[in-house]
């Protein structure tokens, strides 16, 4: 029966709970029906599956809590966009964003505590790299938000774009999503959840693969050429050319697009040449370019360039054919916008 080791529920497949449930004796399909209560219907306590017998909500007791993470602190903007600590077992924390949109909202999730890609602008990277998260704590995620969604809202989309580089946490952002996608379980359409990334060449090659391209993708570019890239987004050696190879390359299907993310920095990246190379660069591959005019914060002294400044930018682009969006910014009055989420080993408030 039980060896008394732990297993981890959250993060496992219908086929490996199968397997483990066989493994205590219990029939196979009782591997479905737990992946069932937990990501379908979202219910945590062994007590309320009430197709299950209770030899199996006794196992299913003694690894609970299934859940490794916790709601902490939860602040609400101005703009409706909550913002919730997300509590790990080892102390530390991140944080994730729930943004609405009419009655659906979206989802930040972070996908590591800190970033070792260190961007010259991003709050989250400022600590480093302290660890990877586990699949369980990127789902756990989801779980312990929806305390805090208002009775008529629904999850509609969800963005890696919290804390952390999810390509250089590959193994554990890819079990998330087909977890996040799975047929009997949330069943989120791929399309639906995007993976924003600085340009891990290998990560995008293998998100391809798994995903025959239909995930969303977001590449944080910020710079149309390796010299001001290098300056934004250190510690990444990929070229801005070979980078656009990578894209080239990869299974986009027919009506989607890239997104690129370009964060504006005065004086850096916002001169109007900049724009025309950002134009020369995109011109081999199908994407929309969003503009974020960087958010201050207190790990930077990086300003955001002028509206004037961002509108020229933003026409020359669209001269030349492509779609662009100026960010919208959400949350910024309680720390919850882009590039302002926190990773924390003390009990530093937000
Ligand atoms: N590490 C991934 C995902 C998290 S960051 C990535 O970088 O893509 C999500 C987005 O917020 C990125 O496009 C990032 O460049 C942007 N961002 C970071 N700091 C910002 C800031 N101060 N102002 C505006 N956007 C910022
Ligand atoms: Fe890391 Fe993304 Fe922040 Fe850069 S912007 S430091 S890659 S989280």
Redesign the pocket.
């Known amino acids: 029966m039980d060896s008394g080791e732990r297993f981890d529920f959250i993060s496992a497949l219908p086929e490996t709970l199968s397997q483990y449930l066989q493994s205590q004796g219990f029939p196979a399909y009782r591997g479905m029906q737990v992946f069932q209560w937990l990501h379908r219907k979202g219910v945590l306590a062994p007590d309320e599956m009430t197709n299950l017998p209770a030899d199996v909500k006794a196992l299913l007791h003694r690894h609970a809590p299934l859940l490794p993470v916790t709601a902490g602190q939860h602040f609400t903007s101005r703009d409706g966009t909550r913002k919730i600590e997300v509590c790990l077992a080892d102390g530390l924390r991140v944080e994730t964003v729930l943004i609405p949109e009419g009655n659906t909202l979206t989802q930040c999730i972070s996908s590591q505590v800190g970033?070792a890609?260190g961007?010259a602008?991003?709050?989250?990277g400022a600590f480093g790299l302290l660890r990877n998260m586990t699949a369980a704590e990127i789902i756990g995620q989801i779980f312990i938000a929806r305390a805090f969604y208002k009775p008529e809202e629904q999850l509609r989309n969800v963005v890696?774009?919290?804390v952390?580089?999810?390509l250089q946490n590959f193994a554990a952002v890819s079990r998330a999503l087909q977890l996040l996608c799975h047929q009997d379980g949330m069943d989120l359409s791929q399309r639906r959840v995007t993976i924003?990334?600085?340009g891990i060449r290998r990560g995008i090659e293998k998100l391809g693969e798994l995903t025959g391209g239909k995930v969303s993708l977001?590449i944080?570019l910020?710079a149309a050429n390796d010299a001001v890239r290098r300056q934004l987004v250190p510690n990444v050696s990929v070229s801005v050319a070979d980078l656009i190879q990578t894209l080239k390359r990869y299974p986009l299907p027919d009506r989607m697009r890239f997104t690129i993310?370009y964060?504006m920095v005065r004086g850096v990246n916002d001169s109007e040449e900049d724009a025309r190379q950002l134009v020369r660069l995109l011109a081999p591959i199908r994407a929309k370019v969003n503009l974020?005019p960087?958010?201050p914060?207190d790990k930077?002294a990086l300003q955001p360039p002028t509206p004037e400044q961002v509108q020229r930018f933003q026409d020359i682009l669209i001269a030349k054919g492509l779609s662009v969006f100026l960010r919208k910014k959400r949350g910024d009055d309680i720390h919850a916008?882009?590039?302002?989420l926190l990773a924390l080993k003390d009990d530093k408030a937000p």
């Open positions: 970033c890609v961007c602008f991003c709050r989250s890696f774009m919290g952390g580089e999810p924003s990334t600085v977001a944080s910020h993310e964060v974020l960087l958010n914060h930077t916008a882009c590039g302002q």
